[in-house]
C-alpha cells in the first residue's frame, strides 16, 4: 500500500525509506529516500546527528520532491575512513557531489543543519551548477562565523566546546549515550544511540579539527565565491553554539534572493524545537518562486 505523509508518523519514517550508497573515490556514503516528484532535495546533518534528524522534514516535503537524506562520512552507515585528511571539506563537498550524480540528477535542492549546513553553504560556492536552491537551519554563513569569532567575545565563549573536540583524545570521552542526551523523544533516542554506536566518534570530531576556525581568531582575506542560487536561512535565536549575530550582513555574501526567518523559542535543533513552523515556511517558500 503506498503511504502518504499523514499516514507515517516522523518516529517511524525508518520503516518506509529505500536505502542507498553513493561511492566517492572508495569512501561509501549512506543515504535514504522517500517520495517523488520531478526535483530532489539533498539534505544534509550535523552534528551529533544522523539521517533521521530530517524525519519530520521529509514527510512534509514527500508528496511533492524526491528527498533524500544522507549519514555523512563518519556516521551511522556511511564509511569512516581513517585519518584526519579525509574529513578536509572538499571531500566533504564531493561526498555530496557522488551523492547527486548517483541520484542521476543535473542540480538539486540543498538543505543543511549544523557541519551539514556548512557543507551546503561551500557547496553551493563552489559546485553552483549542482545547486538549485539553497536552505540553511542554524548556521551562518562561514564568513559570518569567522567574523564573530574574530570579533565577538560572546561567540569565543560559546564556541569553548569546538575548542575542546579539536583537542586530540576528546572521541574517548564521548558515548552514544551522552551524544543523544540532546534528544527529547525517547523513542528517538534510541535510535540515535543505535546509530552513534555504528559511527566513529574520532571521525565526528575531524570535522572540527579540519575545518573549523583555530585559536587565535582572525578574519582572514580568503576569497570566497557569493552563493549564486535562491538561500532560505532560518534560525532559532536560542542557539546556544552559533549567535545570531552571525547573520549580520550575509547579504554581502549572496547574488540571488535571500529569506530569513528567525524563531525566538527555538535553540539549535531548529528542525525539530519548530518543526511545523519549519515545515510550513519550507514548503511556502520552495512553491512561491
Do not use: C
Not at 35 to 45: A, E, F, Q, R, W
Not at 253 to 282: K, S, Y
Request: glycine share 6%; no cysteine; proline share 6%.
Amino acid at each position: 500500500m503506498q503511504k502518504t505523509k499523514s499516514s507515517i508518523g516522523p518516529n517511524d519514517i525508518d520503516k518506509y525509506v529505500t536505502h542507498h550508497y553513493a561511492n566517492n573515490n572508495g569512501v561509501r556514503i549512506h543515504y535514504v529516500t522517500i517520495g517523488g516528484g520531478p526535483k530532489t532535495i539533498v539534505m544534509l546533518h550535523g552534528f551529533p546527528d544522523f539521517w533521521y534528524t530530517w524525519r519530520n522534514q521529509m514527510i512534509a516535503l514527500m508528496s511533492m520532491y524526491q528527498v533524500a537524506a544522507i549519514d555523512l562520512r563518519g556516521y551511522n552507515l556511511s564509511d569512516k575512513p581513517q585519518g584526519g585528511e579525509y574529513y578536509q571539506m572538499r571531500h566533504l563537498i564531493s561526498d555530496i557531489q557522488a551523492v547527486v550524480r548517483n541520484l542521476e540528477k543535473d542540480k538539486t535542492i540543498i538543505m543543511g543543519h549544523d557541519w551539514g549546513g556548512a557543507i551546503a553553504w561551500f557547496f553551493a560556492m563552489y559546485v553552483p551548477t549542482m545547486t538549485e536552491r539553497l536552505i540553511i537551519l542554524n548556521t551562518p554563513h562561514p564568513t559570518g562565523i569567522v567574523r564573530e569569532l574574530a570579533q565577538n567575545p560572546q561567540q569565543q565563549k560559546q564556541s569553548g566546546y569546538a575548542r575542546d573536540f579539536q583537542k586530540e583524545g576528546t572521541h574517548n570521552r564521548l558515548t552514544p549515550e551522552s551524544l543523544s542526551a540532546w534528544v527529547q523523544d525517547p523513542v528517538a533516542r534510541e535510535r540515535y544511540i543505535e546509530a552513534f554506536r555504528r559511527s566513529d566518534f574520532e571521525a565526528m570530531l575531524q570535522y572540527y579539527k579540519q575545518n573549523y576556525p583555530r585559536e587565535p581568531y582572525r578574519i582572514t582575506s580568503f576569497l570566497i565565491d557569493k552563493v549564486q542560487s535562491p538561500v532560505l536561512q532560518i534560525h532559532g535565536l536560542k542557539d546556544p553554539y552559533l549567535l545570531p549575530s552571525g547573520l549580520n550582513n550575509t547579504w554581502d555574501w549572496l547574488e540571488n534572493n535571500w529569506t530569513l526567518l528567525t524563531i525566538p523559542h527555538a535553540g539549535h535543533f531548529v528542525q525539530h524545537d519548530a518543526a511545523d513552523l519549519v515545515n510550513r515556511t519550507i514548503v511556502r517558500w520552495l512553491t512561491s518562486y
